[in-house]
């Protein structure tokens, strides 16, 4: 007997909850939980794994941005 697939999953960066993703007939719209995320809210991924790495790809640069000069106190 198979088992089913969940309908949602929590996506996590670095001990953060980014979003929540939520299965659809075409894939996995994200649902941001952080602010942080915003820019990722409401777009849809062919999987998990794809809203995954656009979440770590946020995080990232919001890592760089901070380190810039332009931000140095």
Do not use: C, K
């Amino acid at each position: 007997m198979s088992q089913p697939q969940s309908n949602a999953y929590i996506i996590e960066i670095h001990d953060r909850a980014a979003g929540i993703i939520t299965r659809e007939e075409r894939g996995f719209r994200f649902f941001s939980s952080e602010r942080l995320f915003d820019s990722l809210e409401g777009r849809q991924f062919r999987s998990a794994r794809e809203a995954e790495r656009a979440a770590r790809a946020v995080f990232s640069e919001r890592g760089r941005r901070a380190s810039s000069p332009l931000f140095a106190n």
